[in-house]
């Protein structure tokens, strides 16, 4: 059975950091690219940033130099850290496995003072 759950989302302060987590189980995670996707209220879910099994990384344009992106093989974990913070970053954060198509139930982060 395929899981994805996500974990550390929380309120912070406009240029303030928090740390996102994806443990995945049921799948080949080492060979598996994994993705974060949010939601912002009433907008589509957006891209975020990836990570395929060689470990090359991509990013939206609205977080490149801010966000970063890595994996754990050992324990089945994929890390989004976030920083320098913007209300426009507040949503729903989600962590989708490309192999499966399956997602994550989310984890909610707002950004405001």
């Known amino acids: 059975q395929v899981q994805l759950v996500e974990s550390g989302g929380g309120l912070v302060q406009p240029g303030g950091s928090l740390r996102l987590s994806c443990a995945a189980s049921?799948?080949?995670?080492?060979?598996?690219?994994i993705s974060w996707y949010r939601q912002a209220p009433g907008k589509v879910r957006e891209f975020v940033a990836r990570i395929i099994r060689s470990r090359t990384t991509d990013y939206a344009d609205s977080v490149k130099g801010r966000f970063i992106i890595s994996r754990e093989n050992t324990r089945n974990l994929v890390y989004l850290q976030m920083n320098s913070l913007k209300p426009e970053d507040t949503g729903i954060y989600y962590c989708r496995s490309l192999n499966t198509g399956s997602w994550g139930q989310g984890t909610r982060v707002t950004v405001s003072s």
């Open positions: 049921g799948i080949s995670f080492s060979t598996d690219t």
